[in-house]
């Protein structure tokens, strides 16, 4: 999810390509925020391209 959110995908996005639903992918990134204590999606992707996670 990380990785998505790195490269700019939105919700919709993300639910088309992994087929789940919308309220999944909101509570996934609301998880990953909560696990790397970050506030909002761009720093979820600080967070994935200092770490590799987006070549």
Known sequence: ???AVAR???NCK???VLHV???AVRTHITTVRS???V???VEIA???WEHGLVP
Do not use: D, F, I, P
């Open 14 to 16: 993300v639910v088309e």
């Open 35 to 37: 696990k790397l204590v």
């Open 1 to 3: 999810m990380a990785r």
């Open 39 to 41: 506030r909002n999606r």
């Open 8 to 10: 700019g995908r939105t």
């Open 46 to 48: 600080v967070w994935a």
């Open 21 to 23: 639903s919308t309220s």
